[in-house]
């Protein structure tokens, strides 16, 4: 009776013991994971593997997310991505359990051996060093390191330089070092790892050739991508807007307006308006549902630890002010199409995509209406200092540049009317025709950007 199920269990843990197999290509990937890949990118693509991935973790810091890397952590494969928090790219990869994944370079496996010998005869001679801080002997390649823990019994003698593995490949004791982890990175140093441009890795790593291209706002006309040599403007048609752009990643219509009962026309049936989502150059478009044209622009900074992570790359933005909020219409008028202008982790859950909506028109169905905007005059700008606004920047200093944006909207959106948003509220300050959408860490996480009411398209 006891036959039958012996021999399925066998086969059932070989299935489930089974390693995934990574190619080692120093300096730049291991497996799928190329180094300038993007974040968005990365996280698309675990979701798609969750038959082979089960468990993500993401880790950043929730009080500042440009003080230290992006992590992406897959405990299963016993691997660790890092980002670089200001352009989301990856540029170090950290096998921090190399039992746990089968490692190729050049069709042999590196990891089946652990031993420091193993791992110099198959990529060669290298000049290892004793890193004291890290109590570890390092043996160094082009794009990659080899990291090695040194019992504490032989610390001293490595740190006076007394003995050197490359020459005798085991400890003083006759016992073997074993590999302990191994980081592939960009650039020369893995201490300060690099990322290459995006035109030498985009085809790659699935990226976009515009990635972090630089998006000038321009409040009364509209955006300008420089890196692609097009713009777009209120009043354009959707025709136009794709002829500039290409055609949009989704397209969502609008299935409700909160606002539409203060109108004067509120019973007027009219067509809804809708986005031409444009997810990796971060950035929507609205349009009226009846006129056809552009009314309304949004960029967005793809901040973790926001209730839209991971639906947008970063949009490199810059919005050019006068310090002086007064000057800001004025601005509008004489500006010319030629100028310049605490640690948290999540766990990532695979889930089916769903229509984006933009979070000021949708949830606030126009709410920019009832924004306390600044009232501004007509002088002239050319004197004033400006203010640069960027996905770097801290709305604090921003508003503190400005002087005076009135009073915030605080907006707590949920996914469904029956959950919570478990990110918390954030906060839309309205400035002219612009509102900027902040987190509670003082970051800008969206801009939006309108054509103000008494302007004829």
Same mark, same amino acid.
């Given at each position: 009776?006891?036959?039958?199920?012996?021999?399925?269990?066998?086969?059932?843990?070989?299935?489930?013991?089974?390693?995934?197999?990574?190619?080692?290509?120093?300096?730049?990937?291991?497996?799928?994971?190329?180094?300038?890949?993007?974040?968005?990118?990365?996280?698309?693509?675990?979701?798609?593997?969750?038959?082979?991935?089960?468990?993500?973790?993401?880790?950043?810091?929730?009080?500042?997310?440009?003080?230290?890397?992006?992590?992406?952590?897959?405990?299963?494969?016993?691997?660790?991505?890092?980002?670089?928090?200001?352009?989301?790219?990856?540029?170090?990869?950290?096998?921090?359990?190399?039992?746990?994944?089968?490692?190729?370079?050049?069709?042999?496996?590196?990891?089946?051996?652990?031993?420091?010998?193993?791992?110099?005869?198959?990529?060669?001679?290298?000049?290892?060093?004793?890193?004291?801080?890290?109590?570890?002997?390092?043996?160094?390649?082009?794009?990659?390191?080899?990291?090695?823990?040194?019992?504490?019994?032989?610390?001293?003698? !490595?740190?006076?330089?007394?003995?050197? %593995?490359? /020459? @005798?490949? #085991? =400890?003083?004791?006759? &016992?073997?070092?074993?590999?302990?982890?191994?980081?592939?990175?960009?650039?020369?140093?893995?201490?300060?790892?690099?990322?290459?441009?995006?035109?030498?890795?985009?085809?790659?790593?699935?990226?976009?050739?515009?990635?972090?291209?630089?998006?000038?706002?321009?409040?009364?006309?509209?955006?300008?991508?420089?890196?692609?040599?097009?713009?777009?403007?209120?009043?354009?048609?959707?025709?136009?807007?794709?002829?500039?752009?290409?055609?949009?990643?989704?397209?969502?219509?609008?299935?409700?307006?909160?606002?539409?009962?203060?109108?004067?026309?509120?019973?007027?049936?009219?067509?809804?308006? !809708?986005?031409?989502?444009?997810?990796? %150059?971060? /950035? @929507?478009? #609205? =349009?009226?549902?009846? &006129?056809?044209?552009?009314?309304?622009?949004?960029?967005?900074?793809?901040?973790?630890?926001?209730?839209?992570?991971?639906?947008?790359?970063?949009?490199?933005?810059?919005?050019?002010?006068?310090?002086?909020?007064?000057?800001?219409?004025?601005?509008?008028?004489?500006?010319?199409?030629?100028?310049?202008?605490?640690?948290?982790?999540?766990?990532?859950?695979?889930?089916?995509?769903?229509?984006?909506?933009?979070?000021?028109?949708?949830?606030?169905?126009?709410?920019?209406?009832?924004?306390?905007?600044?009232?501004?005059?007509?002088?002239?700008?050319?004197?004033?200092?400006?203010?640069?606004?960027?996905?770097?920047?801290?709305?604090?200093?921003?508003? @503190?540049? #400005?002087?005076?944006?009135?009073?915030?909207?605080?907006?707590?959106?949920?996914?469904?009317?029956?959950?919570?948003?478990?990110?918390?509220?954030?906060?839309?300050?309205?400035?002219?025709?612009?509102?900027?959408?902040?987190?509670?860490?003082?970051?800008?996480?969206?801009?939006?950007?309108?054509?103000?009411?008494?302007?004829?398209?």
């Amino acid at each position: 009776m006891d036959s039958p199920a012996s021999s399925v269990s066998p086969v059932s843990e070989r299935k489930s013991d089974k390693k995934l197999e990574m190619d080692v290509i120093p300096g730049k990937a291991i497996g799928p994971f190329c180094i300038g890949m993007a974040l968005n990118a990365l996280l698309t693509h675990l979701e798609a593997q969750y038959q082979n991935i089960h468990s993500v973790k993401l880790f950043y810091s929730d009080e500042d997310p440009l003080c230290m890397d992006v992590l992406v952590q897959i405990p299963s494969v016993g691997i660790e991505l890092r980002f670089n928090a200001e352009s989301q790219r990856l540029h170090l990869i950290d096998v921090f359990d190399p039992t746990k994944v089968t490692l190729l370079y050049n069709s042999n496996v590196i990891n089946e051996s652990l031993a420091f010998s193993s791992i110099y005869h198959s990529f060669g001679m290298a000049r290892g060093k004793y890193d004291k801080k890290r109590r570890k002997y390092l043996l160094p390649y082009p794009g990659l390191v080899f990291f090695f823990p040194v019992p504490a019994v032989h610390e001293s003698i !490595f740190a006076q330089g007394k003995t050197d %593995l490359t /020459v @005798d490949f #085991l =400890f003083p004791d006759g &016992s073997d070092p074993i590999l302990s982890n191994l980081c592939l990175f960009g650039g020369s140093d893995f201490e300060a790892p690099d990322t290459p441009p995006v035109s030498e890795v985009y085809r790659r790593c699935s990226l976009s050739p515009h990635y972090g291209q630089q998006v000038q706002v321009l409040p009364g006309h509209g955006l300008r991508f420089k890196g692609m040599g097009v713009e777009v403007h209120f009043g354009d048609s959707c025709q136009t807007v794709i002829t500039q752009l290409g055609p949009p990643s989704d397209v969502f219509y609008k299935s409700e307006d909160k606002m539409r009962i203060h109108s004067s026309r509120a019973s007027t049936i009219s067509c809804a308006d !809708f986005f031409y989502n444009y997810f990796s %150059l971060g /950035v @929507d478009v #609205l =349009f009226d549902g009846t &006129s056809l044209k552009a009314k309304k622009f949004v960029v967005h900074a793809n901040v973790p630890g926001h209730f839209d992570f991971h639906r947008y790359d970063r949009c490199n933005f810059l919005v050019q002010l006068p310090a002086h909020t007064s000057a800001v219409r004025s601005l509008n008028r004489h500006h010319s199409s030629g100028d310049e202008a605490g640690i948290v982790s999540a766990t990532v859950v695979n889930q089916q995509p769903s229509a984006v909506m933009n979070p000021v028109s949708q949830e606030l169905g126009g709410a920019e209406a009832q924004m306390s905007n600044v009232d501004l005059s007509d002088e002239a700008v050319e004197d004033l200092p400006s203010v640069s606004i960027t996905p770097l920047s801290r709305w604090d200093a921003v508003k @503190d540049s #400005l002087q005076s944006c009135g009073k915030p909207v605080v907006f707590n959106r949920a996914p469904s009317p029956n959950t919570t948003n478990p990110f918390g509220p954030t906060l839309f300050w309205g400035l002219s025709d612009l509102i900027f959408e902040v987190m509670a860490n003082n970051y800008i996480v969206s801009i939006t950007m309108f054509l103000p009411e008494d302007v004829p398209q």
